[in-house]
């Protein structure tokens, strides 16, 4: 699962209904934790949308706060220990992510104002990322982490609040898919032997965690253009005015 180029590229602006959906969460992020460097997931199944988010979010909140986001793509785990108990739905949930160096070489340094690491495996290239570290963040700073299986018990703990990004797999495979050229209609379909692995791992996730009963928003992104925000619960210590809807 390519991500490299996928994390480099940048969205326009959100404009419209999207703009004033996605200026609301901003707005709920920008309040959190006021005089303290938080932390905050982007959560949701692949596809769903949460790169371009994340960079729409970090354009919005960065005027009123200084903002860093990255994405856990750049946390696999090498390929030996991925696949040492082959390539099933189980395996991609429980094996794909290296979870200690996502707490004690990201989030951890960087809630403490010491460097931070921002990748530390290509996954494309399948090669350790050697890049030196980020410099301290300042200390009101905003991390955004975007990625998969992220109100997991091993990392949930982590966040200062989460998104859910819901999206039906019918919508987010073929729009996944989609980054990587044509879609062939056996990899539009959820059902499908080829994306049986990552689909499979998912439901599994779901099942097991409630991400979107976790999250302290969900947005309904399935409609790009219209997106939906909901409050399933306030983060905590948030002030008050923090959105419960947005239809």
Do not use: C
């Not at 404009?15 to 905050?40: H, I, K, W």
């Not at 931070?116 to 290509?122: E, K, L, N, Q, S």
């Not at 996730?205 to 409630?210: C, F, H, K, L, T």
């Amino acid at each position: 699962m390519p991500s490299g180029r996928l994390d480099a590229f940048v969205p326009p602006p959100a404009a419209g209904r999207r703009g004033a959906v996605l200026d609301e969460l901003a707005a709920a992020v920008v309040a959190l934790g006021p005089g303290t460097r938080v932390v905050v997931a982007l959560d949701g199944v692949d596809g769903a949308g949460k790169t371009v988010l994340g960079h729409e979010l970090a354009a919005l909140v960065a005027p009123r706060r200084e903002v860093h986001r990255v994405s856990v793509d750049g946390f696999h785990r090498p390929p030996e220990v991925r696949y040492a108990r082959g390539r099933t739905p189980e395996t991609f949930y429980r094996d794909q992510y290296d979870h200690d160096a996502i707490r004690q070489r990201l989030v951890e340094p960087f809630r403490a104002g010491r460097a931070w690491t921002r990748a530390v495996f290509d996954v494309e290239d399948e090669v350790p990322v050697t890049r030196p570290p980020e410099p301290a963040a300042g200390p009101h700073a905003v991390l955004l982490v975007d990625g998969i299986f992220l109100h997991r018990p091993e990392l949930a703990d982590l966040w200062d609040a989460g998104v859910w990004v819901e999206v039906p797999f019918e919508v987010s495979v073929p729009r996944g898919n989609a980054r990587f050229g044509e879609v062939s209609a056996e990899q539009a379909d959820p059902a499908s032997e080829e994306n049986a692995r990552y689909v499979g791992g998912q439901r599994l996730y779901s099942a097991e965690v409630e991400p979107a009963t976790r999250a302290t928003w969900v947005l309904d992104n399935a409609d790009l253009a219209a997106p939906v925000l909901t409050s399933p619960r306030a983060p905590s210590g948030a002030p008050s005015g923090t959105p419960t809807a947005s239809g």
